[in-house]
């Protein structure tokens, strides 16, 4: 096969049928295993061309639902490898880490094998030519920090090596969000003023590392990446939507400054701010119309409604669980005429996983008994066992914030189209289902699955066996789940 023809076709051919896709795949993996063992020389050359192909035809496919900035989740491929290349940022090294990274996630993800260096030998000389690329970037890394006026490069350098090492699970992650934090507060200028007009480089690594730092010990945290000002984060994050975690601007800050408070909790500091920085973070939380968001991008289709009310009651019920019972009672469960999370009781029991209408088909009628209706009857009363909880005003606030974001999530599996989006949800909601099977195993189920999506960090991983391990050691509290630093990205 012509390579460079094929690149060409593949930039206007799409992903094709699902065995054609399968071909390409395997293709493709003689021709990495192939570049992995080529000699030296050519080595350089041939990875960006392979890499190159490789995008065009396997990844370009599978982000066209989720382009960057889109609110409507689409995006067109087309002509975007001669835009990729064309781009005067462009660079190889980084790049052919970039495929083979995502190619090894893929197998492993395809497998549901934890991604790990010798699990599967056959694949040694893959790794192989990627621990000789993350060198080589690291190297790049450490020149443009030694000159001061490539800033963003070398910015860009930690986010590629921040996401393949999130990947694999590998620790060093957390020293290279470090360092992205103190190099952007290294600088004099302001944050806007570096960034122009790339904000988009910032944004994911300021976001996994809050979500890590939530779930990670308080006095372990990534602190150059913590406790930023409302002003950069919003420069930061909310200048497009992250599928990846949905969430209103506001409710990220208040996230971040629950997490802080955490931290003060922690140290015995500052005591007598603690409850003001609780209220702060409630009334953020409070502020946000999920019909409105407010935002620099649109967020006027439906799901943002619900991904609003999902990330809503998430970080109502971290503080909860986090923080102590003086601090957790200023994140009251709202009343009705006085919230912007209301929701009817019954907006979500209705939903069946199937997403079905309301005949059934005849392959569900075994020996005389719907199996399906019969599940959607056991699925339904579930839904109804915790609509009447969050409705239920003599309960506690916890009580009712898990019932709200137990109906929320069962829906938002339904509707959102990016289920990576539910797993920071996903890892409070298991805090609080402790002693709960039926729901526990529901929400095994979505993180299960999501241990084999395509291309995704080891988020789900991480998740499924830290809230296995916690569940059965019978504990309740947050700290004694997330005892050590978890990333739960995905």
Sequence with gaps: MDKHKGLDIAVTARAGTASEQEVNLATLDVWLVDLAM???????????????????????????????????YEFSHDNNVSQLVADKDFDGDTFTM?????????????????????VMPELKPLWARLFNLISIVIQKLNLCIATPDVPLKALRYIRKLMYTELCFAVPSWRAHAEGFGALIKSYSYGLS???????????????????????????????????????????????????????????????????????????????????????????????VDPHRWGEAYPTDDDIYILAARVYQASVALYAILALPSRLAAVFTFPLRGEEHMATTADASIAKTSSGTSDGHDQSTISDGVDVEGLQHKQRDKLGLVHAALEEDSSQTARVRYRSRLFRLFRQATLELPESGGLMWPSAVLGVALQDHKEEQAILLDHI????GWPE?????????????????????????????PTSVMT
Excluded at 228 to 253: E, K, L, N, R
Excluded at 448 to 451: A, D, I, Q, V
Excluded at 461 to 479: A, E, I, N, R
């Design 38 to 72: 080529s000699n030296v020389t050519k080595r350089s050359l041939v990875a960006k061309d392979e890499a190159l192909e490789y995008y065009a035809c396997i990844m370009a496919p599978m982000h066209e639902y989720h382009g960057d900035g889109d609110s409507a």
């Design 98 to 118: 970039h495929i083979l990274t995502h190619r090894l996630q893929c197998l492993f993800s395809s497998r549901r094998i934890a991604p790990r260096y010798g």
């Design 193 to 287: 003023e570096l960034l122009s007009p790339q904000f988009r480089i910032v944004q994911y690594p300021l976001l996994v590392a809050s979500m890590c730092n939530t779930t990670s010990p308080p006095n372990d945290q990534i602190e150059h990446m913590s406790n930023w000002s409302d002003d950069d984060i919003v420069i930061a994050y909310g200048h497009t939507g992250s599928h990846s975690f949905p969430c209103p601007t506001a409710v990220f800050q208040a996230m971040i400054r629950i997490t802080y408070l955490r931290t003060l909790v922690a140290a015995n500091k500052n005591a007598p701010e603690w409850e003001g920085v609780a209220r702060e973070a409630y009334a953020k939380i409070q502020s």
């Design 448 to 451: 299960g699955y999501l241990r």
């Design 456 to 484: 995704s960090e080891n988020g789900a991983t991480c998740l499924y066996d830290k809230l296995v391990m916690f569940w059965g050691s019978g504990k309740k509290h947050w700290d004694q789940c997330f005892y050590e």
